[in-house]
T-cell receptor
């Protein structure tokens, strides 16, 4: 079974709809991240969480919100989707930064299209 | 803010060596990473190098780090069609990873 799972894998929605993307991990990591990937722009950090009570805005948090329901679950919401939020969204987890490695483990991605 | 730059495309012939370059700005980065993204898949860690190292070799992969110039490179020897992917450079900075835009490696027969 995959260590980091994302649901749904694909979603098409209309402008103005509320969308929730979910991420679950079985790695036991404290740190979780949401990124979006756009062609030619690489990965941009939306939000990150270092533990259940800690939520931080990333580079491009406007228009998004998150919820860390448990150590293993981190969901991303688009309250009112707009077309320029069409992208590939990745969830990632990591163990403690600054130790042996800061390796981030990625989910398979959610392809979101906003019409 | 901190930045990581890499070219968007690299085209090589099958069997040749591929060299993917990356420059970064945070001189205090402790770790630098190379991730690989195959078509339709998430990112997977390929290799990493600690900032006090100049070189790291792992089978067909060689990572070179020039701290003075803040330059990181990934060499893939004997490039195969299975190496077709997007390769991301990332630096650890201020408890986050700062990502390059990714280099798409195109293999010509």
């Amino acid at each position: 079974d995959a260590d980091v799972t994302q649901t749904p894998r694909n979603r098409i929605t209309k402008t103005g709809k509320r969308i929730m993307l979910e991420c679950s991990q079985t790695k036991g990591h404290d740190r979780m991240y949401w990124y979006r990937q756009d062609p030619g722009l690489g990965l941009r950090l939306i939000y990150y969480s270092f533990d259940v009570k800690d939520i931080n805005k990333g580079e491009i948090s406007d228009g998004y919100s998150v919820s860390r329901q448990a150590q293993a679950k981190f969901s991303l919401s688009l309250e009112s989707a707009i077309p320029n939020q069409t992208a590939l969204y990745f969830c990632a987890t990591s163990d403690q930064l600054g130790t042996d490695t800061d390796t981030q483990y990625f989910g398979p991605g959610t392809r979101l299209t906003v019409l | 803010g901190e930045d990581v730059e890499q070219s968007l495309f690299l085209s090589v012939r099958e069997g040749d060596s591929s060299v993917i370059n990356c420059t970064y700005t945070d001189s205090s980065s402790t770790y630098l990473y190379w991730y690989k993204q195959e078509p339709g898949a998430g990112l997977q860690l390929l290799t990493y190098i600690f900032s006090n190292m100049d070189m790291k070799q792992d089978q067909r992969l060689t990572v070179l780090l020039n701290k003075k110039d803040k330059h990181l490179s990934l060499r893939i020897a004997d490039t195969q069609t299975g190496d077709s992917a997007i390769y991301f450079c990332a630096e650890a900075s201020n408890y986050q990873l700062i990502w390059g835009a990714g280099t798409k490696l195109i293999i010509k027969p």
